[in-house]
């Protein structure tokens, strides 16, 4: 089996897949999305594609090293979302050729449904208590054990007090309402500097979230393993972090509790097998990033079967449930009392309808926006 050509589809609202084709008809799908770069990882592919054409798809672990080592430079989020959206396909290739799931080629099921959470609450800055209610009420309702919900933007450097206290005063609310049976991650986006996360956790532990996700940003782990040595609050992380090199200081520091690999991102399926097999031997559970489509899901869904030290997985909760593949794929994903079933179908466990995929297309030209100060506009994080 040969390939013979890769394509590249941008889907609203902000996402991109890519298909391989193969001289024996079968087709593998990945999710190579990257936000707000979407177009310049569109060109990384087709570099690839002169790499890939004629090599047979089944060698999946030589072709993902053709691709990260034969150009010199190394790494990096376009790079490696270009690989892991192509690596992704290229499995669900040789699970079709092969009959089974994906996670059948990696050791077997660990679990028979994979526990998911929502995001609780749309971007909403400083939401009001009915709207808290809302959203809480909708999550059990739809059966959710888990949730996440983010932080303010943009935060200080050093912050006032009353900033601490207002988001405080939020998340204790949503406890309240909650209850202690409702798990409800933070997720502090890399915003918040060394100097005021601490002060945020301490203030939330009464609360006990079920963990707090990029306290600071990534690019600095022992700034990270400060915070995390100043609270009882497991902290999380990972999204912004590629290949198992990336991942090594995180992990082997002890920076993190929940380790959180974006398959569309790390480098793909077997990079994340591989960074779940590292964080095992430091007792650090695994939570796969996604904050994306379907097609990503799908692959989150293979890893989170067949691994041992699996959390829960992310995903955007949509209304329309497009993120779980409704009108895109002939069998969307279904969440029942917040599970997933474990995918049986091969490959990825999904087939796509083509017809359903052009209602999508858009030219990729999606930007993440930009968070100023208000009293200064200055630049914050988003």
């Known amino acids: 089996m040969k390939i013979i050509n890769l394509e590249v589809f941008y889907i609203k609202p902000r996402w991109m897949l ?37 090599e047979d798809p089944m060698n999946i672990e030589h072709l993902y090293n053709v691709m990260y080592r034969r150009g010199f ?9 270009a690989i892991s959206g192509i690596e992704q396909a290229l499995w669900d290739i040789k699970g079709k050729f092969l009959g089974v799931p994906v996670w059948q080629l990696l050791g077997g099921r660990c679990r028979d449904k994979i526990r998911m959470y929502a995001h609780l609450l ?35 450097h050093i912050d006032s007090m009353k900033m601490v206290k207002d988001y405080i ?15 409800i991650a933070i997720d502090f986006h890399g915003r918040i500097s060394p100097a005021m996360a601490p002060v945020l956790c301490r203030e939330l532990e009464p609360f006990h979230p079920m963990f ?9 782990v022992d700034a990270l393993v400060k915070v995390a040595d100043k609270t009882t609050i497991p ?16 992990i082997e520091k002890q920076a993190i509790n929940i380790v959180q690999p974006d398959l569309c991102h790390c480098g793909g399926i077997l990079q994340t097998f591989k960074i779940a097999a590292m964080a095992a031997n430091y007792y650090i559970n695994v939570a796969p990033h996604n904050p994306l489509g379907p097609v990503a899901l799908a692959a989150s869904l293979q890893i989170d079967t067949c691994i041992e030290n699996f959390t829960a997985q ?34 990825l466990g999904f087939e796509i309808d083509e017809h359903l995929l052009q209602n999508h297309i858009y030219d990729g030209n999606w930007r993440n926006p930009t968070v100023c100060s208000q009293d200064d506009n200055s630049l914050g994080e988003w």
């Not at 391989?20 to 594609?49: H, Q």
């Not at 990096?76 to 979302?81: E, K, R």
């Not at 939401?127 to 919900?149: L, N, T, Y």
């Not at 902290?235 to 995180?250: P, V």
Request: glycine letters at 10%.
């Open 169 to 183: 005063r939020t998340f204790s609310y949503v406890r309240e309402v909650a209850g202690d049976d409702l798990d």
């Open 122 to 156: 749309p971007n909403i800055d400083h939401p009001q208590k009915d709207q808290i209610d809302q959203w809480v009420a909708r999550r059990k309702e739809q059966g959710f054990k888990s949730v996440k919900m983010g932080m303010f933007v943009p935060v200080r």
């Open 212 to 220: 707090i996700e990029e306290p600071v940003l990534p690019e600095n």
């Open 73 to 81: 430079y190394r790494g990096g989020a376009v790079i490696c979302s």
């Open 314 to 347: 992310e995903h955007p909760t949509l209304p329309d449930k497009l993120d779980l593949g409704v009108g895109l794929f002939k069998e969307p994903f279904e969440i029942n009392d917040g599970y997933i079933d474990v995918p049986t179908r091969p490959g």
């Open 235 to 250: 902290i999380a992380a990972g999204e912004r972090i590629f290949t198992t090199f990336g991942f090594r200081e995180l």
């Open 18 to 54: 890519v298909k391989i084709s193969t001289d024996e008809g079968i087709v593998g799908w990945g999710e190579p999305t990257l936000e707000g770069r979407a177009t310049v990882v569109g060109e990384a592919i087709r570099v690839f594609k002169e790499y890939l054409l004629g």
